[in-house]
């Protein structure tokens, strides 16, 4: 079966930084696009940023820009979000997730399996 295992969320404040992990199981991923997401309480999951296994082509959402950064460890099966200049707004639950094509939209419905998530404060 197809596991995702994030870790790595914590309490930090503004303007520290945080790098977050997701191994992945279960099958195959060479094909797929990993994908990190965060939902805020209160509000709808959003996308945060992507990235194609095979030649890494990276994905950011606006908001994220030139503070994360996503890649991924071949051997390990492992996606990271490295996060800098945590701001307050930052917070929220994170998820990795997988879609197992790489021509898609990065929205939530075309992602296939999704990790328990992993708890990030940023606080003031």
């Known amino acids: 079966q197809v596991q995702l295992v994030e870790s790595g969320g914590g309490l930090v404040q503004a303007g520290d930084s945080l790098t977050l992990s997701c191994v992945a199981s279960?099958?195959?991923?060479?094909?797929?696009?990993m994908g990190w997401f965060r939902q805020a309480p209160g509000k709808e999951r959003q996308f945060v940023a992507a990235i194609r296994w095979i030649g890494g082509l990276t994905f950011y959402a606006n908001s994220v820009k030139e503070r994360f950064t996503i890649s991924r460890d071949d051997l390990k099966n492992t996606v990271y979000l490295q996060m800098n200049s945590l701001k307050p707004d930052d917070t929220g639950v994170y998820y990795c997730?997988?879609?197992?094509?790489?021509?898609?939209?990065?929205?939530?419905?075309?992602?296939?399996?999704w990790g328990q998530g992993t708890q990030v404060t940023v606080s003031s």
């Open positions: 279960g099958r195959s991923f060479r094909g797929d696009r």
């Open positions: 997730g997988t879609a197992n094509r790489t021509t898609i939209p990065n929205v939530e419905k075309f992602f296939d399996y």
